[in-house]
């Protein structure tokens, strides 16, 4: 059974009451049911993980590729814009990953508007709240499922 595991960055385990109008009224834990349930259905294994450290999201990163996890979908959160670190986690485990933002960083301040994750990302999803990471979970599936093929 494939693995898609979701790793979620810093301060987003205040969903639900942090800005409500840039990132929705759904806490992180609605958002990983979903997406624990979604995968369940189709026949994955996921795993969620949020963390406000960004060494924390490093090692989790490496485990992955040491577990061989198969997919990847990455809200780096504020480490979007700053961590070249992660993104060379990232790269050094080689596992595909979508990267995924709530918001849409293209309608706020200039600083949001780089990401050290995008050009090396199957794909980014950005401003479509919640529902992002659903989309986001969709289209590991259907390119495990081509990979399969």
Known sequence: MAQINVLHGPNLNMLGKREPGHYGNDTLQ???TRLITLAV????QCECFQSNAEFELINKIHQYGEQQVDFIIINPAAFTHTSIAIRDALLAVNIPFIEVHLSNVYQRETFRHHS???D???GTITG???QGY?????????QLQLQKN
């Open 120 to 122: 090396v990302a199957k």
């Open 30 to 32: 609605d958002i990983n």
């Open 134 to 142: 659903e989309f986001a979970l969709q289209s590991a599936m259907t």
């Open 128 to 130: 479509l709240g919640a």
């Open 41 to 44: 259905t189709e026949g994955y």
């Open 116 to 118: 050290y994750f995008s």
